[in-house]
C-alpha cells in the first residue's frame, strides 16, 4: 500500500500549540496540580563555596507562619550519593542534594523550607542559620592551570587529535598567534526550572521543565532509591531550556524529597537568582590559537589549545575545538582540550556546547590571518574549503558551506557598504558555522482511532524548537491527513521513549521515528484488509479515512474505494504502531549542518559603541521541516549569538566561587532593541543519509559563528580586534584611543 | 520578605500619627522597594503605602515654576516634559531609564530615592556598608564596572543609578518635603544627596519623619538639550556613564550651562569644575577637554571602571560638540537636540 | 471587603499584604497565564494592564491595587476570539517556547495604545528613528531568550497596519 502524499512538511504551518501560547494556556511546569494545593518549597543556599556544615539550626524557621517542614541532610530521607554510579552517563546518575553534610559550590541547597505560601517559605529559609566551615576555593584562573586531560568531550569527539606535518618555514608566509577568551555565560531560558512533585502510595508523579524525560526518570529511580515504574514524569511544555534542562536539577529533587517527606505535592520554583546557582552554566573558556598561511593564501597551521574549568564531581567538557578540525583544510591541525576541577555550580550544556564559543575566537582568527596575508576574509575561507573532513579525509554527507558563503555574500550584500553618519564607521563581517550533527535513538507511536483521527505519542519534548507542530506535519503526509487532524502528545515518560531535545537531534531522530511509525502503522493496516485492497492507498478525505485499491489517476472501472472503518473491524481500533530510529538508520560518514554567517555593525569612534544594523545567514541543514519554524530557531541562535558577541558574561567573585551578577539586571542577554534586521535562507538539500526524514539539526546552527562574525563586523568597522568576549563597548573605545594595545 | 505592618497615608492623614522610624518604608510605586524587600535587602517594620495620595498625582506651574506632585508617574512626567520644550532633557532622561512597565508605576519621588544597583549591596552574602555599617565593601577589590569614580570614599563607591535625577540637576530642581510636624521645608536636589563618606548608609538629607511632597523646576532656558546615555546595552541597563547638557549660546560664548553626569557619582554628579571652564567660553574641543579633566581631577578609578574616565571625557565631547553645533545654526532653539516626534 | 477588578469581575484582597500581584493571580486565583520570568522587574514576562498601563506584575502588591482595573492575558481578548495581535503573533511566529509571550502580548496590546496617544519614547530623541526601532525599544522591556524579537516587531508592524486601514 502506497499512501499518496500531499506534501506537508517543510510548509510554513504555524505553530498547533500557537493557539495556546498566545492565550496563556500552555501550562508549565509550575503551573501543575494546583487543585491539590501543593505547598511551597524554598531552598536555603550556601552562602560559602566549598566545605563542610558545622552546625544548622532550623527551630525558628519550623515554628514560622505556616510552614510545614524543614529539611536538610539530617532528615531528607534515603537518597543516593551525588554523582553515583559513576559508570551512569550524567543525566542518569544521582543528583542528589541534602544528602550530606558537604558543600559542593557556592549556593548549594543546605536545606529546603516547606510552607503554604511563597512568602511563608522565602521568610522562613531567611531565619534558617548554619556555619559552613569552608576551604579555599578552587577555579581556574590561566590558561595553564587547567592540566588536565578530560576523559571525553561533549559530541564524543577526542580531547586531542592531530594530521598532517608541521609546517616547515617555506609553507609560512603569514601567521598569527593569538589568545581568546570567552566569559561563563548561562542558558537563561525564560522560565525558571520548577517542579511540582506529588508522592502517593508509593508512587512519585512529577511535573517538571526537562528536556529529556527518559533520563529524568532514571535519575529520580537511582536518587531516590525508587523502582522507575514507579515514577511519572511530564514536561508538556518547557519554557526554553538550551541545555540547561537536558538533566534534572536541583528544583526536582528537592520537590521530589519535599513531597516524600511532607507526603503532600510540593512545588519548588526557582527564583532567577537561584537558577544560576542551582541549575548548571557554561564555563570560561580561554583558547590560544595559532594559524599560518603559505604563498598562495592556503592554511598550512590550525592550532587550537583550550582550556576550561570542569565542575568537581560532574563529567562534562566541552570540544571549543571542534570547528577548527572541520572547517578548513590545512596541512597541518592540531586541537587539544585541558580542564581544571573547580569549586563552582555544575558546568554542562548550553547551547552549542564546544563552537558556540569556539566560533567566536576560531573563525575571529581565521579573520585576523586574512588580514596579515593581505586577502578578502570571505575569499580566504571560500580558498580554504576542504572536500572531505579535513583531519579525517573521510567525505560528509552533503557539504555546501562553499554555496552558503558565496550565494549568502550574494543576498547579503558583502560588497555594498552603506555610508556611515557622522562619528560612525561601518564595518562587514563573515563567519562559517559547521555543526556536527547526529541521530539518536528515539520512538513513537501513531496511532489512528476510530473517530479518524491521528494520535502521535511519545516522551519526546517541545522546548519551543516546534516539535508538535513539525511532528503533525509529518504524520500528515505520510497518512495524507490534514494537520489540523493530527493531534500530537509529548512530554509524558508513559509514551515511547524519545531521544528528547538537545544536541539539536530532536527533530530529525524523534520526526524520523514518527515517519517509521507512519510507514508501519499504514503496514500494519495493510494487513488487515480484504484481498482486494492489494496496492491500496490510505488517505482522508472529508474526515474520514478511505481506502482505495489503485494509485492515483486511474481509470474508475479499477478503482475501489471504501471508509477504513468499514474495511477493518470496528474492535481493532485504535489502530497503532510504533517507529524507532537507531544508528542503523544513519550514515557513518562525517554528518554537519554548515552555513554562512555575514554582520553588518556600526561603531561610534569616540564611545566604543557598536550597534547591529544586520545579521544575514545561509544554511544547509538537510530538509527543512517546517520553513516558519526551523527560521525562527535559526533567528533565535543568531541573536544568541548577538549576545555572545557584545553583551553577556557572568563575571566571578573570586574569593567567594560566586557570581557576581546572577540575574537579569546585570547579567545581559539581548533586548528587542539590540536586534536590527535578521534574514536568512535555507540552502535545502534534503540528506537522507543522515536521517530518514532527510533533516539536520538547526537549534544549534544558528548560534555557531554568529557572534564572530559581528566581531569580524567590528574589526572591519574600526580596525580593533578585541579577543575578550563580550565585544563592550569600552573594549573598542580603548582600542581606538590605544592602537598598540 | 519580612512580613510588615501596613498603613495607608493620604492627604488627610497627619503624619505625626504614623510611627515613623528608621525601619518604616514610604511606598510609593514599589519598583524598587519591593525589589530589595523580596531579598530583604529592605526590611521594613512598617509600610506605609501612598497608593491613596490622589493630590500627589498632579503636575501643576505658576510664572517662575514647574511644581511635579511625588506620585507623578515617571511616563505621566516624561509625556508631560516632552511637551515642554525647555523640559526636554528631563524626557530625554526619563525615557532613557528602565522599561515602559517600571516607568509605569515608578513615581518622581521614588525615583530620587531609589537604591543603589551595586552587586554586592544586593547579595546579602556580601560584605557592604551601605547595608551593613562596618561590613567592609566588597567592591573595593572586586568587580566594580558599574560603579563610581566620583564622590567615593573607602567604604562605599555604589553608583547613585537614576537618570531622571541626573537631568533634574542640571535643571537645578528642588525638593520640597513636609515632616510630622507639618513643617515643610525646600532642599536643592544638588544638596539633597550625601556622598558616602564614612556613613554611606545616608543617602539624603532626608529625617525619618519627612515625606517628599513635590519637584519644583525653575522655569529657564535651556536652548538645545541632550541626554546622552551610554550603557552596555541599547535599552533596559543603567548608564555606565551619562550627560544632560543643555546649552544656550551668546557670540559664540556659552551663555546658559545645564549640566549633570550620571553612572559615575555616588550621587547623581553635578560637575561644577567642569561647568566653571566652561561658563562664558568659546567652545572648542580643547576647551571641553580642558572641562572634562578639570571635573575628571576629582575622580578615582578602582580597577575594572577605569575606562570611564575616558569615556566620560569623550562622550561630553560628542555631546557638547553636538548640542553648540545645532545652536549655532538655530540660535534662539529651545528643546532636544534630536526630536522625531 | 477590599477588592481589586480582575478582567471585569470582582475579586476580593489576599491577606498577605506582602502578595504580588504575580503570585496572586498564581495563588489565590490559579490563573496562570501571566508569567514569572525572575520576580524582580528585571524580564517583563510578568507584564499585565493595570488601569490601562502595562505594568511588571511582580512588583506591584496586591493591596496597591485596591479598587483598580487589572487586565491579564485571560482578558485580552473576548471568550475564544483572537486579539488581532494574537493572530499576528501565531501568523509571524512571534513566540517558541511561549513562556515570554502573555507578556510580549500585554505589552504589545499596550503599545498600540500608546502610540495611538501619542506617548514618546527613548526613539523619539534619537537621531535614527523609525517605526521598527521605535517598536524595538518600546518592547525593550520584554526579554525573549528564544530571540523572536524581530518577528515580534514584525507581528506588531502588522496590527498597526491593519489598524491604519
Redesign the interface.
Known sequence: MTTHNQPVIGKAVNRVDGPLKVTGRARYAAEHMSERNPLIGWPVSSDTAVGEITNIDTTEAERADGVSAVITYKNAGPLKPFSKPADESRFTQSRAVLHEPHIRHFGAPVALVIANTLEQARYAASLVTFTVKGNAPDLLTSFDDAQQKPASLDGGFEPDVTSGEKPHDDDIRSEIESVYTTPSQISAAMEPHATVADFKDGKLEVYCSVQIIASAVEALAITLEMAPEDIVVQSPYVGGGFGSKLGLHYDAILACIGARHVKQPVKVALSRRQVFYNTPHRGHSIQHISLSSNANRELTNITHKSAMPKAKGYEFAEATGAGARVTYKSQYIESTHRVKDVDLPLIDSTRSPGDAIGSLAFESAIDELAHKANIDPLTFRIKNLPVVHPMKGSPFTTHNLGECLRQGAEKFGWQHKPSPSEGKVIGHGVASAMRMNVLVESSADVEINAEGQVIVRSDMTDIGTGTYTILAQIAAEMLSTPVENVIVKLGDSRFPASCGSGGSFGAASTGSAVKKACEALTQKIMATLPGEYKNARLRMEQGEFIVTNAPDNSTASSAKSALLLDVVDKSAFPLSATGSVSQDDTSDQEQYSCGAHFAEVEVDTLTGEVRLLRQYGMFSAGQILNLKTASSQIKGGMVWGAGYALTEGIHHHTDSASFVNPDFGEYHIAVNRDIAEVNLDFLEEPDYAASPVGAKGIGELGITGAGAAIANAIYDACKVRVRDFPITMDKVMLGISDPQQ | ????D?HHYDHSTPLNSLPLTDTTRF?A???NL??L??L?VETPNT?I?L?KWKEANAITQDEAHYHIGAMVSN?AL??FS?DEPSL?LL??AL??G?????R??ATTAGNLLQRT?C?YF??T??ACNKREPGSGC?ALN??N??HAIFGTSEHCIATHPSDMAVAMIALDAKVNVKNANNDTRQIALREFYREPGDTPQIETVLANDELITHISIPKSRHGTQY?HK?R??????FA?VSVAAGLTLKEGRVDTLSLAFGGVGTKPWYPQSAIRVLEGAELSQEVIAQAAEAELSHAKVYGSNN?KT??LR??L??VLTSIAAHQEKHPEHEG?????? | MATLRLNGKDVSLPEDPRTTLLDFLHQHLSLFGTKKGCDHGQCGACTVIVGGERVNACLVFAFQLEDCEVTTIEGIANDDALHPLQQAFIERDAFQCGYCTSGQLCSGVSLLNELKSGDPSAVTYSNRASLKEDISERMSGNLCRCGAYPNIVDAITDVIALERQ
Open positions: 520578605m519580612q512580613p510588615f501596613l511606598l510605586g514599589g519598583t519591593i525589589d524587600m523580596k530583604q509600610l503605602s497608593a511616563s516624561a509625556k516632552h526636554s524626557a530625554q525615557l532613557s528602565a522599561t515602559v512597565q517600571l509605569n508605576r544597583r552587586y544586593y547579595d552574602t556580601k566588597s572586586s568587580m564596572r558599574i541626554y551610554v552596555d546595552r541599547s535599552s533596559y541597563a555606565l575606562f575616558t569615556l569623550n562622550t565631547v560628542r532636544a537636540l534630536y526630536d522625531h516626534a
